[in-house]
């Protein structure tokens, strides 16, 4: 029986790296905010009606920048040698697809609140009743890593007053095959048929990820360390109001990068094997960073789940996994949906192929 032929229809990777998205424009949108706040905080204290808005305001700030990008840059930072470590454990790490279901039912009931005046009401409310959960991994026969080439030249002239790279990483996961695909629809029915009965209700989500991938990377590229790139001087700053200011320095000595980990998975085929190495040649997870250069070959990735019984597609499921030649070329999870990890433009793809050189 002929195999299935797999999809190919995935662009080459590139890791795109720019100068911080915060420029001259976006520093000067920083400074006017930092202004505003200052000056809202100092009216609003001087005139005491609006002193518990100045209080409102000042934690709001506080909250809100200690969940910012730049707390999650400082508290995750790593040399060129731990992000190189951490990205050959991304490029071996298995993908995870999971299902879950609740199931639930709702129950009414009366509550008894006491008033201020010491009388008793009675109010009717709803609660929700979770009588069933559960979580199943999809069990996939093999999976590639396609992220392609990850390389940064440390010596280009474009950075030599840079100090850091503020590295995004996402992640994308797709089947190889349309067979996979309509195995895996197959396991979704059969796993939701199976606890459809067990309540009135019943939730049901899917979650597919990278284990240990952690988006914001703050890399440091240069031997000497600033004394104030570090979560608490940031703290310190925040709390002194002084957080947008800390931002456009921080900025001023980085750079930006954004590299996507890609895997695809098959349930049917060792997608490992030597038949596949011309298909994905150019797609070969590698990293060249400054003098440390590492390549894969296929025993690093040869992962194959021995628990899995493999069987060859018959002509049934074959045609009836037609229906999913469309949804395969659509990635099943794609980290681009989030606003930061927007997909570079022309003008930056140019601007990276002018600095840098890929096969």
Same mark, same amino acid.
């Given at each position: 029986?002929?195999?299935?032929? !797999? ?20 520093? $000067?949108?920083? %400074? ?52 190189? &470590?951490?990205? =050959? ?29 010491? +009388? %008793? ?6 609660? +929700? ?19 392609? !080439? ?6 280009? *002239? ?7 790279? =503020? ?9 190889? *095959? ?10 979704? /029915? ?25 988006? &914001? ?40 990068? $954004? ?12 997608? &490992?094997?030597?038949?596949? *190495? ?9 990293? =060249? ?9 296929? =025993? ?11 069987? !060859? ?26 606003? *930061? ?11 990276? /192929? +002018? ?5």
């Amino acid at each position: 029986m002929e195999r299935q032929p !797999l999809y190919q229809n995935i662009q080459k990777n590139q890791f795109i790296y720019r100068n911080s998205k915060n420029g001259i424009s976006s520093n $000067k949108i920083l %400074i006017t905010t930092q202004i505003f706040v200052w000056l809202f905080i100092i009216f609003s204290f001087i005139n005491h009606n609006y002193s518990s808005i100045a209080i409102f305001t000042y934690f709001l700030y506080v909250i809100i920048e200690l969940c910012s990008h730049t707390s999650r840059f400082l508290l995750n930072k790593k040399t060129t040698n731990s992000i190189y &470590n951490k990205l =050959k454990e991304l490029f071996i790490s298995s993908p995870v697809l999971q299902l879950s279901v609740s199931c639930y039912h709702l129950e009414k009931r009366i509550q008894e609140n006491r008033t201020e005046d010491n +009388r %008793i009401v009675q109010k009717e409310i709803t609660e +929700r009743i979770e009588t069933y959960k559960e979580r199943r991994d999809f069990p996939y026969y093999s999976f590639r890593d396609i992220s392609g !080439l990850f390389e940064f030249d440390l010596n280009n *002239d474009n950075f030599k007053n840079k100090t850091y790279i =503020k590295l995004t990483l996402d992640s994308m996961i797709s089947f190889a *095959d349309s067979i996979s695909y309509y195995d895996y629809q197959i396991f979704k /029915n059969n796993f939701i048929n199976e606890n459809s009965q067990k309540d009135i209700n019943i939730d049901f989500k899917e979650k597919f990820y990278i284990s240990n991938l952690t988006k &914001n990377n703050l890399i440091r590229i240069k031997n000497k360390e600033p004394f104030y790139v570090n979560f608490f001087f940031f703290f310190i700053c925040t709390i002194l109001t002084m957080a947008l200011p800390y931002e456009i320095m921080l900025n001023n000595i980085s750079i930006e990068g $954004k590299y996507q980990i890609k895997k695809i998975i098959s349930t049917r085929y060792d997608l &490992n094997g030597n038949q596949y *190495d011309d298909m994905y040649r150019n797609l070969i997870p590698s990293i =060249k960073l400054g003098e440390n250069t590492y390549n894969f070959n296929s =025993k690093d990735y040869g992962y194959c789940n021995q628990d899995v019984d493999i069987n !060859l597609p018959s002509l049934e499921e074959i045609e009836n996994a037609e229906q999913y030649e469309e949804e395969i070329k659509k990635p099943i999870f794609d980290d681009h949906s989030n606003d *930061d990890l927007d997909l570079p433009t022309e003008e930056e793809i140019n601007f990276s /192929n +002018r600095n840098k050189k890929y096969e």
